[in-house]
């Protein structure tokens, strides 16, 4: 499996969305309403979101369907090439709206589905899983061309590890509104777990 260097790929970047409490609308703060949406999205080399398809919902119902509402109304920062060019940028991830400090929250990361498992021989004292996020550029064939660490995490060996299994998930080519293939970025939820002790054979 292929390693895509780090240093290389420092420059990265998914888009910085750019939601405040402020978006709340005013019923569902007032409310104390909290909702989350698993969606399908697409920012173009603008910043713009473009496209945001709804898969699952968990809170509020009336907050959810506001929600992708909310984020198409927002310039966000584009995501960027490893040489800082803009990019189309396309993910399935979870986008949420919660009032910090509730119960709520925890709820919500359960709808965070990793892309890939990965095994590995050992984590952390006491962790018995490890969730780790990387960016990705992926060429106008699908396949991953770098891989560097989200935005605001270090270089470190587990997104080396992870970064070196980044082909293992199947990725599409990416058509622009002009119907022509195009190279994107993406971000990849990778889960890290000990691989399980072979079984003891009888003899």
Known sequence: MPFFSLLAAASLAAPGYSIKLNDYPDKALEMGKSAAILADVVVDPKGKLVRCEKLDTFGDAELADEICKIYE???HEPAHFANGEPAWFMERDVYRMFIPGTPTRTA??????????????????????????????????????????????EPSPVIQAVCANADV????????????AAPYVSRMRFRLQVAAAPSDVAS
């Open 108 to 153: 919500i990361d359960t709808l965070r589905k990793p892309d890939a498992i990965l095994e590995v021989n050992a984590l952390p004292p006491g962790m018995e899983t490890l969730d780790a996020l990387v960016v990705i550029a992926i060429d106008e064939a699908g396949e991953v061309t770098d891989c560097g660490p989200d935005v605001g995490d």
């Open 73 to 75: 109304t927002k310039r």
């Open 169 to 180: 998930v199947p990725h599409d080519v990416f058509t622009t509104p002009d119907g022509n």
